[in-house]
């Protein structure tokens, strides 16, 4: 199963957890967006939904501007090829938008469930979200949720070289479901 890594805002630098994670894993895939310093939703969805339509039943694993896209996804025909998404540190694109007009098309986050299963992991101190937010937002999209207590936006700078518990969570999401109608894997 594929795993498709989905930076955001300027995407993942080098030693990112997400970089790392295509350098481990010959299996997983970035999706490149075209211009990482001037998001555009609709621009974004585009380069997913085409990631999507090469692999579907992917893992999809996101950080901060990349989870909200996500997010924005589960509303349209192409979630029904995701196998599940695991949303790590997201980023507040309503508070951003406010002090950026860069990020408006990212507003307002969506709050109704994603429809795939899913992770959140949010830290107490992220600049870029609510500890609060992200749990609230979490049972709104009927996320697990994961407490990774103070660990800044779980990039880089907070320490987030290779991480292998992001591996462990997204393996989670691959785990088959069972349909309980008929007790067989779907």
């Known amino acids: 199963m594929t795993t498709l890594i989905i930076p955001g805002y ?3 630098d080098k030693g990112h957890w997400q970089r790392q994670w295509l350098l481990e894993d010959e299996t997983a895939r970035l999706v490149q967006q075209d211009d990482w310093e001037n998001p555009v939703l609709t621009q974004w969805l585009h380069v ?5 339509a090469e692999t579907p039943g992917a893992v999809l694993v996101a950080h901060s501007l990349g989870c909200v896209l996500v997010t924005h996804l589960a509303s349209r025909p192409s979630a029904a090829h995701v196998a599940g998404a695991l949303l790590v540190a997201p980023a507040d694109a309503e508070r951003m938008a406010v002090q950026d007009p860069k990020f408006r098309s990212f507003a307002p986050l969506p709050r109704q469930k ?9 830290s107490r101190d992220d600049p870029y979200m609510s500890f609060n937010k992200a749990r609230a937002l979490s049972e709104v999209w009927g996320s697990g949720f994961v407490d990774v207590k ?10 987030f070289g290779s991480w292998p518990e992001a591996h462990i969570l997204a393996g989670s999401l691959r785990r088959p479901r ?9």
């Open 48 to 52: 997913l939904e085409a990631a999507l």
């Open 114 to 122: 994603l429809g795939f299963p899913s992770i959140v992991v949010a």
């Open 178 to 186: 069972i349909d309980l109608r008929t007790r067989r894997a779907a």
């Open 10 to 12: 300027r995407g993942s």
């Open 150 to 159: 103070n660990a800044g936006h779980i990039n880089v700078e907070s320490g």
